[in-house]
Nanobody, 115 residues
């Protein structure tokens, strides 16, 4: 089993920044791929950013150039640095990871961007 715990959400003005953290109960190299998803009210959950099995990164077009996914293996923690935030980035952000064939989700953290 894998536990994923997100933190770092909050309320920020448009143009501001936040950094989300996802701490895993296992070593990150064993959890691949690892991703950030988000779900806005009334919308489907969507992929925001991913670290693939090969270690490369992918981003949704809507966040390219503004968000950066990274990880600190010593802390078993994945991050999402979010800059130049827009009101449309408002959502619950979820950490996701595959441990073998098993898929795990965190509980989510709310990000609210005011205009």
């Amino acid at each position: 089993q894998v536990q994923l715990v997100e933190s770092g959400g909050g309320l920020v003005q448009a143009g501001g920044s936040l950094r989300l953290s996802c701490t895993a109960s296992r070593r990150l190299f064993s959890i691949r791929p690892m991703s950030w998803y988000r779900q806005a009210p009334g919308k489907q959950r969507e992929l925001v950013a991913r670290i693939t099995s090969g270690g490369s990164t992918n981003y949704a077009d809507s966040v390219k150039g503004r968000f950066t996914i990274s990880e600190d293996n010593a802390k078993n923690t994945m991050y999402l640095q979010m800059n130049s935030l827009k009101p449309e980035d408002t959502a619950v952000y979820y950490c996701n990871g595959f441990w073998g064939a098993l898929n795990f989700w965190g509980q989510g953290t709310q990000v609210t961007v005011s205009s």
